[in-house]
């Protein structure tokens, strides 16, 4: 083994992490090389002034600030009720919207969007997941707003295999898409504090939809556009208006899934009938 | 070397009278029945793993954002771990898993606060025992040297020297190869002696 193979193998030597054979091979070269060795030795001084480090003590009144929190979690679950939401959402909900909903949907004023208000605006960066600015481009340039929204969340590509092996669940985009849409891409983003599958599909109009899938505990914060609450195929389904295109969220066991870019109310609907079913691995 | 020797044992009882090998054998021994009462919504249960592991949490948070916002993120991190405890399927450690969280927090924060760049995460000391001994100095040297890091080598070179947990681990909780973690300590602690010789170090 030469230097350059050796250097490479250093920190894993020094950390008794290579196979027997290597870590053999590895020190024969140390015996001749002094280069290799001081290099070997520096690690050793760095990992005794790293055990004697410091050991900063967490403040003791963080356990009750967790648990206040942690009660508050509880006051509000299940779902909350539609005396926490907003009363303004609903009032400034285009007219357009309110029409066809009321064509196709019964709106039922259940609270799902009370998840949203559990965190004050200027938490959602932190605590949300925030579709803001992938909406203000959706509608216009799909793909750039994918690229914004990888940027954002380092996404990265994957397959549905993958994104369930990496999950530890199986997606609802396993199940397959809604006759008359095509899986494009999978992606994993790292959201706060989760990660979240995310399928681009491609309809036969051309249309874009992304579907989301993420935690319960990661409100979606779709900016501060106006919002309702439908019940879609049965499901409590909270629906905002994005320029010509709809974006839905719903409950689906202890996940949340997201469409954005849906035509109308007809193919929300059809969205949720086809992804709600029973998951396998729930 | 007789360091390289000694880590010939099995990682995870190498150096039991370290701080890092003493708190994450506790949490490996965290049984299955505290993390499946706290699935339940058991606060007891949930205490009992906060008391257990927090402190691990904390210390890599006060030296991967600091320490004016390791409080919050610590808390945060155990906000997310009870949250989303129905997910915690155990085919990793509960304390890999809660590393996990926690460096995702921390990239996450400093990504938000655009302060990712080493320079401007400065060292606050830690260390206030009295006198200037050199083992003293040597170690505000290493804080120092350590906050100069990239977020992704330093939260690898934590999570094995501080917290000593073996490749594997390492790698489950960065969510990276083995061969990563290798990699990425072979650049930390080579950047890690660049700094702490800028700063003065006399090995």
């Not at chain 1, 409100?219 to 709809?246: A, E, H, M, Y």
Request: proline share 5%; with cysteine; hydrophobic share 40%.
């Amino acid at each position: 083994m030469n230097c350059s193979e050796v250097q490479e193998r250093l920190s894993a030597y020094f950390d008794g992490e290579l196979a027997d054979e290597e870590q053999t091979a590895v020190a024969a070269h140390l015996e001749g090389c002094s280069a290799c060795g001081e290099e070997l030795a520096v690690f050793g001084k760095l990992s005794e002034m790293s055990a004697s480090l410091a050991d900063p003590q967490a403040p003791t009144h963080l356990w009750n600030d967790l648990e206040a929190k942690l009660d508050n979690d509880e006051d509000h679950n299940p779902m909350p009720s539609v005396a926490v939401a907003p009363p303004s959402r609903s009032q400034r909900f285009p007219p357009r919207l309110f029409a066809i909903a009321a064509t196709v949907l019964v709106a039922v004023g259940l609270g799902v969007a009370g998840y949203k208000i559990w965190f004050s605006p200027d938490e959602h960066d932190h605590l949300a997941i925030n579709f803001e600015h992938y909406l203000e481009e959706f509608d216009k340039d799909p793909e750039k707003a994918q690229r914004i929204l990888l940027a954002k969340y380092d996404g990265r590509p994957t397959t549905v295999q993958e994104a369930a092996a990496k999950l530890q669940y199986e997606p609802v985009i396993a199940k397959g898409l809604p006759s008359g849409c095509s899986l494009k891409d999978v992606y994993l983003l790292d959201m706060p504090c989760c990660t979240c599958a995310q399928a681009v599909c491609r309809c036969d109009d051309g249309q874009h939809i992304a579907v989301f899938e993420h935690d319960l505990d990661q409100p979606v914060w779709f900016g501060d556009r106006p919002s309702i609450d439908c019940l879609c195929d049965g499901k409590p389904t909270n629906i905002v208006q994005i320029d010509d295109r709809l974006a839905a969220t719903w409950k689906q066991g202890n996940r949340y899934i997201t469409v954005i870019g849906a035509r109308d109310l007809e193919d929300v609907t059809r969205f949720v009938a086809h992804l709600s079913g029973p998951k396998p691995n729930g | 070397m007789t360091s390289a020797a000694l880590r010939r044992i099995a990682p995870l009882a190498a150096s039991n009278t370290s701080r890092g090998a003493r708190k994450w054998t506790q949490m490996q021994d965290t049984t299955a029945e505290i993390v499946a009462a706290a699935q339940r919504g058991d606060r007891d249960a949930q205490r009992e793993l906060y008391e257990l592991s927090h402190q691990n949490v904390y210390r890599l948070m006060v030296r991967m954002v600091g320490l004016q916002d390791a409080d919050d993120l610590t808390q945060q991190v155990f906000l997310q771990a009870f949250r989303r405890i129905d997910q915690f399927s155990g085919r990793s450690q509960f304390s890999t898993w809660l590393y996990r969280l926690a460096v995702n927090e921390s990239l996450q924060h400093l990504r938000r606060s655009k302060r990712a760049h080493f320079h401007v995460l400065e060292h606050e000391p830690m260390d206030h025992s009295s006198g200037h001994s050199d083992n003293v100095e040597q170690k505000d040297l290493l804080e120092r040297a350590l906050a100069r890091l990239e977020p992704d080598l330093r939260s690898t070179f934590l999570l094995r020297e501080v917290e000593d947990l073996p490749y594997g681990e390492i790698a489950l909780a960065l969510d990276v190869p083995e061969g990563t973690v290798g990699s990425r300590l072979n650049r930390a602690r080579r950047e890690l002696k660049q700094h702490l010789l800028e700063l003065g170090w006399e090995p």
